[in-house]
């Protein structure tokens, strides 16, 4: 898949130093997932949550951080919509971000 907005990943690993390994490894799985729809994607991320919209909520470093992403999979786009704490997660609606 295509990564857009990495940005907020970025932002994300400059804020929690301690996200930032869990992170780029969510990026690279994301980048190497070539999947052509929901059951494909749950198989490679068993506990990714579907929210509405085309967006998935990803746990990461055990479920400290959450990454949500609109995922196209026709054209094999992953769009980040937002990357955070478990608590900053809380605050937001996953499936209108």
Do not use: Q, W
């Not at 509405?52 to 992953?78: E, P, Q, S």
Request: net charge positive; proline share 1%; hydrophobic share 40%.
């Amino acid at each position: 898949m295509k990564i857009f907005n990495r940005y907020i990943i970025d932002a994300c690993a400059g804020k929690h130093a301690s996200s930032k390994k869990a992170l780029e490894k969510l990026i690279k799985s994301l980048r190497n997932f070539n999947g052509h729809n929901h059951n494909d994607l749950l198989v490679t991320f068993p506990n990714a949550d579907y929210v509405g919209g085309d967006r998935y909520v990803f746990d990461v470093k055990g479920n400290h951080f959450r990454v949500v992403c609109i995922i196209i999979f026709f054209d094999g786009l992953a769009f980040v919509r937002f990357a955070g704490t478990h608590a900053e997660y809380d605050k937001i609606n996953a499936s209108k971000i």
